[in-house]
C-alpha cells in the first residue's frame, strides 16, 4: 500500500530536549516536504526535499533542520525545542516530474512545555 | 509569505446548501490542486488542473480553474455532514515547483 509514515503520533517534551520525527514513503518520490499546521494559518512549509542530499527552506524553517540521506526517509530535527514549535507536523511527498500530487504522512502532534 | 489567498477561513451552511471555497494568487500558477482535510487527519488529494479555463467534476463537487489562470474555485452542492473538513488549494508560485498553499476554509455543515 502506498503510504507516508511518520513516527511519533504524538509527543510531549520539554524545552531544550532534541527530538527527530522521522518520516518515510515507499513510492519512491523525489519530493519530500514538512509542514506544521497551526490554527488559523493553514499549512505553513519548514523544509522541503527535491532529492537525496538536496534540502532547501521553506517558509518557517527557524528551529529545524533536516537531513535526505536516502530517498525514501526525511527527518525532522529539532535540535532545541521551545513552546512555540507546539504544532501539527505533517511530512508529505510527491514525484517531481508529475503528477504533483501530494501525499501526507498522518501527522505528529508535538507539544512543547 | 503565502501568495496564495483563500477565502472564505470559514463557513457555516445548513445541510444542502451550496458551498465555494476561493482561491486567489498574485502570480500565475501552472497548475492548481485541491486537498481536503476532515476533522482529526491529514490532507488528501482532490484534484489537479492544468489548463485555463479548466472545469472539472466529482460527483457534487466542482473545481474551475481561472482563464488567466491565477484563480480557482471548488463549489460544492448540496452539502452533506460527510463533507465537513477544511479544503485547502495549493499551486507552485514564483516559478517554482514548490506548491504553497493556501490557510483553507473550514467548512462546517449543520444537519
Known amino acids: 500500500e502506498a503510504q507516508v509514515t511518520q513516527n511519533p503520533r504524538y509527543l510531549i517534551t520539554v524545552t531544550g530536549k532534541k527530538l527527530t520525527v522521522t518520516c518515510s514513503q515507499n513510492?519512491?518520490?523525489?519530493?519530500m516536504s514538512w509542514y506544521r499546521q497551526d490554527p488559523g494559518l493553514g499549512l505553513r512549509q519548514i523544509y522541503y526535499?527535491?532529492?537525496?542530499?538536496?534540502?532547501d527552506k521553506g517558509d518557517v524553517p527557524e528551529g529545524y533542520k533536516v537531513s535526505r540521506k536516502e530517498k525514501r526517509n526525511f527527518p525532522l530535527i529539532l535540535e532545541s525545542p521551545s513552546p512555540n514549535q507546539t504544532s501539527l507536523y505533517f511530512c508529505?511527498?510527491?514525484?517531481?516530474?508529475?503528477?504533483?500530487?501530494?501525499?501526507f504522512g498522518p501527522g505528529t502532534r508535538l507539544t512543547v512545555t | 509569505g503565502q501568495q496564495v489567498m483563500q477565502i472564505p477561513q470559514y463557513q457555516h451552511v445548513q445541510e444542502g446548501e451550496d458551498f465555494t471555497t476561493y482561491c486567489n494568487s498574485s502570480?500565475?500558477?501552472?497548475?492548481i490542486q485541491w486537498y481536503k482535510q476532515r476533522p482529526g487527519g491529514h490532507p488528501v488529494f482532490l484534484i489537479q488542473?492544468?489548463?485555463?479555463?479548466e472545469v472539472k467534476k466529482q460527483k457534487r463537487l466542482t473545481f474551475q480553474f481561472g482563464e488567466a489562470k491565477k484563480n480557482s474555485s471548488l463549489h460544492i452542492t448540496a452539502t452533506q455532514t460527510t463533507d465537513v473538513g477544511t479544503y485547502f488549494c495549493?499551486?507552485?508560485?514564483?516559478?517554482?515547483?514548490?506548491?504553497?498553499f493556501g490557510r483553507g476554509t473550514s467548512l462546517i455543515v449543520h444537519p
Open positions: 508529505a511527498s510527491s514525484f517531481l516530474a508529475g503528477p504533483y500530487e501530494q501525499y
Open positions: 502570480t500565475t500558477l501552472s497548475n
Open positions: 526535499s527535491m532529492n537525496v542530499e538536496v534540502t
Open positions: 488542473l492544468v489548463k485555463s479555463g
Open positions: 513510492m519512491n518520490h523525489e519530493y
Open positions: 495549493a499551486g507552485p508560485t514564483g516559478g517554482s515547483y514548490i506548491p504553497t
